[in-house]
């Protein structure tokens, strides 16, 4: 699967289960997210699991069925995605920039931030400032 440089954009992968109460409460956000960085992001959602346990009311009540929608078990194992709501922030040349649980919008806002600021994540930059150094500015880019 090729991310970003088909269009030019970045990718924010969002991978929400049908069933997680906290995949619910973060729909909405990741519908905000999608509509405000529309621009310059192109977010998918990933629903770990099989093409049997789709589960289209989810993405309909939600607003989500607009977007990409991808049903693999297969791709969240392949990018060590474990839990959800999880999001991966992909540049647009295929990159991994940032990743992390997103239960709220705050979360999913941060990957963008960790980004702008050149931290693999907020909780590394929050962790580097208190410390007063960059030792924690590595890098997660990995070719997606």
Known sequence: MTLGS?????TLLVFLSTGCDS??????AV?????????????????????????????????LDDLPIVVSQDLAAELGVMTTPYALLV???GV?????????LDQLVSLFNAV????????AYMTARTRGSSDEKESVAADV
């Open 91 to 93: 540049d647009e040349t």
């Open 6 to 10: 088909v269009r030019g954009k970045q």
């Open 96 to 104: 991994l920039r940032t990743k992390g649980i997103v239960n709220n």
């Open 31 to 63: 519908r905000s997210i999608a509509r405000s960085e529309s621009g310059q992001t192109e977010t998918i959602v990933v629903t770990p699991g099989e093409a049997d346990s789709y589960d289209s009311d989810f993405f309909r009540r939600h607003k």
């Open 23 to 28: 995949c619910d409460d973060v729909a909405p």
């Open 116 to 123: 702008e600021v050149g931290y693999p994540s907020m909780d």
